[in-house]
């Protein structure tokens, strides 16, 4: 069994910078890909970011490139997302996920995704 938690979320005015966690646990994968995936309540999930937890490369959406930041620290099982120059647009509850059977990240759909977390809620707003 593998676990996923995300932490880290809360309200901030626009402008305004966040980090959020995930930190796996339970059986052992190995190097995989882990995405973020956020979700507004009506519209579907859409991710965001992910990074090779092997080489550390990473990807991003056009609606987060310049503004969010993911990285990893291995010897914690944790991944994490700078959020900054936040604004009302990323309100959201935001996820975690780890792509099923490739360490390295190629799109975000969300059936290659699994183990996904219970989420942390991100609000902007001033």
């Known amino acids: 069994q593998v676990q996923l938690v995300e932490s880290g979320g809360g309200s901030v005015q626009p402008g305004g910078s966040l980090r959020l966690s995930c930190t796996r646990s339970?059986?052992?994968?190995?190097?995989?890909?882990i995405g973020w995936f956020r979700q507004v309540p009506g519209k579907e999930r859409e991710g965001i970011s992910c990074?090779?937890?092997?080489?550390?490369?990473?990807e991003y959406a056009d609606s987060v490139k310049g503004r969010f930041t993911i990285s990893r620290d291995n010897a914690k099982n944790t991944v994490y997302l700078q959020m900054n120059s936040l604004n009302a647009e990323d309100t959201a509850v935001y996820y975690c996920?780890?792509?099923?059977?490739?360490?390295?990240?190629?799109?975000?759909?969300?059936?290659?995704?699994?183990?996904w977390g219970q989420g942390t809620q991100v609000i902007v707003s001033s």
């Open positions: 996920a780890i792509r099923l059977g490739e360490y390295y990240c190629s799109g975000y759909g969300l059936a290659d995704y699994a183990y």
């Open positions: 339970g059986f052992n994968l190995g190097y995989v890909a």
């Open positions: 990074i090779s937890t092997r080489d550390g490369t990473t």
